[in-house]
């Protein structure tokens, strides 16, 4: 089994900035695409960024492009999520999730694996 570890989560006032980082250990299973998504309360989770397994693809979501971006380090097996200029609406709690292919996308159902969250609380 892959074990993903999310880490990095806050509280930041507006404006400000947070790194998330998603550790992965147990087995690794070669080329696998990540992304995170993110879940404020009472509403479902939604796609937030995605990176493929070399990095050439990156996609981000609407609400978030121009400020998060979205990197991988594959030799230490670590996802990061760099958030600027954070936003209230921001507010959730993130996951990262990894999947059995080397393709990036953004959608839910499409992860094979997921983290436990860390949660990111922007005030304004």
């Known amino acids: 089994q892959v074990q993903l570890v999310e880490s990095g989560g806050g509280l930041v006032q507006a404006g400000g900035s947070l790194r998330l980082s998603c550790a992965a250990s147990g087995r690794t299973f070669g080329n696998y695409a990540m992304g995170w998504f993110r879940q404020a309360p009472g509403k479902a989770r939604e796609f937030v960024a995605s990176?493929?397994?070399?990095?050439?693809?990156?996609y981000y979501a609407d609400s978030v492009q121009g400020r998060f971006t979205i990197s991988r380090d594959n030799a230490k097996n670590t996802l990061y999520l760099q958030m600027n200029s954070l936003k209230p609406e921001d507010t959730a709690v993130y996951y990262c999730?990894?999947?059995?292919?080397?393709?990036?996308?953004?959608?839910?159902?499409?992860?094979?694996?997921w983290g436990q969250g860390t949660q990111v609380t922007v005030s304004s």
């Open positions: 999730a990894a999947r059995r292919s080397p393709v990036a996308v953004t959608i839910e159902r499409d992860y094979d694996y």
């Open positions: 990176i493929s397994w070399v990095g050439g693809s990156r």
